[in-house]
């Protein structure tokens, strides 16, 4: 068992100590936030993840599923709810509320498809090794308010809030 105080140190955490489900909030220190968790732990031998939290917005559900998460649950959810979603969780079972099932799918279904484009995805590489936004913008010979663009533009297609969680998005996808 273990605790993190951010979502880098869960996700070295979760691979350090295998544990059988991830609970994880949204909103997390470090830039990387739940959902980021969520879609660096992809892997065949990762955690499966469960975010508990107090944002009950569709994008935030949508945004946690399509990044791997095999659960959305609410902090006033009862107590033996979560412990049944954690068991779910730990059996390879996915967990949504009927309600939340019906919000997911009207929102997805609304949502036009957008895909990266070829720069955007170039960016998102070069922020995975680990690149400021200045060493990016030389490396393409553009400025960094392109960057900055491209940067944005990714997020937005990949309905992230941060580069780290847009490049571990991308990553789950197979885009990088």
Do not use: W
Not at 30 to 52: S, T
């Amino acid at each position: 068992m273990g605790e993190a105080e951010n979502g880098s140190t869960a996700v070295e955490l979760a691979r350090q100590l295998r544990p059988d489900v991830v609970l994880c909030d949204l909103r997390l220190g470090d830039g990387m936030d739940g959902v980021g968790v969520a879609a660096a732990l992809r892997g065949r031998d990762d955690p499966p993840v469960l975010i508990l939290t107090t944002y009950d917005h569709d994008s935030d559900i949508v945004r946690a599923v399509g990044a791997g998460a095999v659960g959305y649950l609410l902090k006033d959810a009862a107590p033996a709810e979560i412990v049944r979603a954690v068991a779910a969780a730990a059996s390879g079972e996915s967990l949504l509320s009927p309600a939340q099932t019906e919000r997911v799918v009207a929102t997805m279904r609304a949502a036009p498809t957008r895909a990266l484009s070829e720069r955007e995805i170039e960016v998102l590489r070069l922020a995975g090794e680990g690149l400021s936004n200045r060493e990016i913008a030389k490396a393409l010979f553009v400025t960094e308010a392109t960057v900055k663009t491209h940067l944005a533009h990714a997020n937005d297609k990949l309905g992230t809030g941060s580069r780290t969680a847009a490049v571990a998005a991308a990553r789950a996808q197979d885009l990088l």
